[in-house]
């Protein structure tokens, strides 16, 4: 037997457990315009608040959504102390990860195994790609709820907070409150992920979230390539990000380099899409 | 559908298509083939690896093993990523992991192929050592009980030690409950040095040294790449220090614990035991290395100690 498939599907597995953490980048950084570091944090307390709820006997769907507030709560926090104490953007997502490593550590411990608890997936392990009948719909709905959130009222102003803040202050709306909002969306949308990731590997590691911002940002931007809409290109960018990765394993590529070719994957989209930012202007004038 | 996303997708995915019919042909008849995955690169797990990779290569002769080495570099989407790519392949006859999250991740993939561990400190804790588990390996617990005694028939004087580890390191933490438990036992104080990464190292040891008389290092992978900053201010505050690994070059003035090139060793031999015996691997039970008790010879003489008979038969001075 070729042996593809079951690295197809685990590629698929991750694409879209991270394809939550990528539309938290779109949400934070490119609606919002707030690069947002929490993220990363959030993703460590989602799955420390998880894993310290199954493994004391709490419902798995229930210990997500556990995870999922207190990843929103965290997003408050970096909102608060960016809207109420002016600190900077980049500064407040800092220190609200730098304090959720300390909480995440005291929740889950640095290491714990989840040994034979029942996790979301345990329902679906019957099935051959029980995995991916569950998080192939799980990560399309929690998509497109947030494309029919951002045709609603409150999801318009949500955009245009990002925009243009004058035009929403003279809507009479709150600018602070529609950071916040879309700050909480962000996190919570990282616990989640970070919450299925542990039920999904079967343990919770202090030091497992290094990296996750990286990775969605390098989803996000691979997605940004797409001219569909966002939150469903968010699941496919994930997903090529998680090809290439596989690829680079498979390569056998020096471990110790493969962070370095995620850093040329982004300056590579880069330069793509200034190529054909080019292209167009020349369209435009011919 | 938007031609340029088929194309793209296409692309790549071909790609990964070739590199895998690419790598079906290279395989080597009547060989065995090893999966390595390692969690990060640290020294210690170095020795881990490169322990096995000479071990195993003159358990079964070194013409005759293929080793495929991966290093996760800290990161467990990567980690998960080697793991499955390892599931795969089908060419591979048994796994070594070296350290927890890398044992880990595997655990989770590969269910009937064997996996041989190393630099785990708590296999059993962590459910690798369940009911038909396929799992075996050597773990890097040290004896601290020992340890501790050690040091207080070489140091009887010390009424307070510093701990000094990195708080997200599990081996760090367990190996850090087991020594409170016995300096309480042998009623010496102790304070805990927790730090977050290699940055916060300095700060915690020159807050060790002013309110201990002895630093104590669990085996703790931050610490270990950070020593030399640890050793400098313990030197300049005339401060002992005592390390639960040994091969530092930095000169503590006692190194105890586990030989990590030889627990590496140590693994190939089980899994020479189980690819050559055919033996499973839960019949097999995870091994400890033994403790060696290395002292320093120029520590010995700025800290004016003489080592007592009792310890004489046990220590080797460097």
Redesign the interface.
């Known amino acids: 037997?070729?042996?593809?498939?079951?690295?197809v599907?685990?590629?698929l597995e991750?694409g879209f457990i991270?394809s939550f953490v990528v539309m938290a980048v779109y949400l934070a950084s490119r609606i919002m315009k707030f690069d947002d570091f929490s993220i990363e944090g959030t993703f460590g307390l989602g799955g420390a608040v998880v894993a310290y709820s199954v493994i004391h006997g709490q419902n798995p769907w229930f210990a997500l959504l556990l995870g999922v507030i207190a990843g929103g709560l965290s997003g408050l926090i970096t909102g608060l102390l960016h809207t109420k104490l002016g600190l900077n953007r980049l500064i407040s997502g800092i220190v609200v990860t730098t304090m959720l490593?300390?909480l995440s550590?005291n929740i889950g411990?640095?290491?714990v195994?989840l040994?034979?608890v029942e996790t979301i997936f345990s329902a679906f392990n019957s099935y051959s790609y029980g995995n991916l009948l569950l998080l192939a719909p799980f990560s399309f709905l929690v998509g497109i709820f947030y494309v029919w959130y951002m045709k609603t009222e409150s999801g318009f102003v949500l955009r245009s907070t990002g925009i243009n803040e004058q035009f929403v202050t003279s809507l009479g709306k709150s600018v602070p409150f529609y950071i916040i909002l879309c700050l909480v969306f962000a996190n919570s949308l990282s616990a989640l992920a970070g919450g299925i990731?542990v039920q999904?590997?079967?343990?919770f590691?202090?030091?497992?979230n290094?990296?996750?911002l990286i990775?969605a940002l390098a989803g996000c931007m691979i997605a940004e390539?797409?001219?569909?809409n966002m939150f469903m290109t968010a699941i496919?960018g994930s997903i090529?990000y998680?090809?290439?990765?596989?690829?680079t394993?498979?390569?056998?590529v020096e471990?110790?380099w493969?962070?370095l070719i995620t850093g040329l994957l982004i300056v590579a989209i880069l330069v793509v899409k200034k190529i054909e930012g080019a292209k167009k202007k020349v369209l435009k004038h011919a | 559908m938007n031609k340029k996303i088929v194309v793209f997708i296409s692309i790549l995915f071909l790609a990964l298509c070739g590199v895998l019919l690419v790598k079906k042909s290279q395989k080597g008849h009547d060989k065995y083939v090893i999966g390595l995955i390692q969690s990060a690169s640290f020294p210690n797990l170095d020795y881990a690896r490169e322990g096995f990779i000479a071990e195993i290569k003159k358990e079964l002769g070194a013409e005759k093993v293929e080793i495929i080495v991966q290093n996760a570099e800290g990161s467990l989407t990567q980690a998960q990523a080697i793991a499955s790519s390892f599931k795969a392949n089908k060419n591979i006859d048994a796994f070594y992991a070296i350290a927890t999250t890398a044992a880990q991740a595997l655990k989770r993939e590969i269910t009937d192929k064997p996996i041989v561990f190393a630099a785990v400190t708590d296999p059993v804790g962590l459910h690798m050592r369940d009911k038909n588990s396929n799992m075996t390996g050597s773990s890097d617990m040290a004896d601290i009980p020992k340890q501790i005694l050690y040091i207080k028939e070489l140091l009887p004087n010390v009424k307070k030690v510093a701990l000094l580890y990195n708080v997200g390191e599990p081996n760090s933490v367990t190996l850090v409950k087991s020594m409170k438990e016995e300096l309480t036992k042998q009623n010496i104080l102790f304070e805990d040095d927790g730090i977050n990464s290699e940055s916060d190292v300095a700060a915690a040891t020159a807050h060790a040294v002013v309110n201990a008389e002895l630093i104590l290092v669990p085996t703790d992978n931050s610490v270990t790449s950070a020593f030399p900053i640890v050793k400098q201010i313990a030197k300049k505050a005339h401060i002992p220090v005592v390390v639960t690994w040994t091969g530092e070059s930095k000169d503590p003035l006692m190194q105890f614990g586990v030989d990590y090139k030889q627990s590496g060793e140590q693994a190939a031999q089980l899994m020479a035991e189980i690819l050559v015996d055919k033996k499973a691997p839960i019949e097999i039970p995870f091994v400890f290395p033994t403790n060696k008790v290395l002292l320093s010879a120029s520590e010995l003489k700025i800290f004016n100690i003489t080592i007592p008979e009792s310890l004489k038969s046990i220590v080797t001075v460097y």
């Open positions: 037997m070729f042996s593809l498939l079951p690295i599907t685990g590629i991750r991270g490593f300390s550590i411990g640095s290491n195994a040994g034979s990731f999904y590997s079967g343990f590691s202090a030091f497992g290094v990296g996750t990775a390539l797409f001219s569909w496919l090529i998680q090809l290439i990765i596989a690829i394993i498979e390569l056998q471990p110790s493969q962070k």
